[in-house]
């Protein structure tokens, strides 16, 4: 399940690297990256932390239930720095990065969810 969501989300990025280049150029391409990047590394972290917490959930759920929260903190905090970053400190444009940013991360809710109703 983990590299098919990598995929989609790799190719829904690469669409919105396509089209930040037709309408912006230059400048979109990079944020359009940068926005993917992002997303990418969201999903990497929470894949991992659910691996995780799999492992320790068979010793102690409530410590499980823990790690889940201070992980979503984590990369909601994570998140938030990075495309403030990426809009504050590298002057990407805003339309390209957050675009690609949310496909990439709709990308993953609508596979999660699909994956998971099956």
């Known amino acids: 399940m983990r590299s098919s969501i990598l995929m989609f989300q790799t190719g829904l990025v690469l669409i919105g690297v396509g089209i930040a280049a037709y309408a912006k150029g230059q400048h979109g391409i990079e944020a359009a990256l940068y926005g993917g990047a992002v997303a990418l590394a969201n999903?990497?972290?929470?894949?991992?932390?659910?691996?995780?917490?799999?492992?320790?959930?068979?010793?102690?759920?409530?410590?499980?239930?823990?790690?889940?929260?201070?992980?979503a903190v984590l990369r909601f905090v994570f998140v938030l720095a990075a495309l403030a970053t990426g809009l504050g400190f590298f002057k990407l444009a805003p339309l390209p990065l957050i675009g690609t940013f949310v496909g990439a991360q709709a990308a993953y809710i609508l596979?999660?969810?699909?994956?998971h109703d099956r």
Do not use: D, H, K, P
């Open 43 to 71: 999903t990497l972290m929470l894949v991992r932390r659910i691996e995780r917490v799999g492992a320790v959930v068979s010793v102690s759920v409530q410590r499980g239930m823990a790690l889940l929260y201070i992980s």
């Open 111 to 115: 596979i999660s969810t699909r994956t």
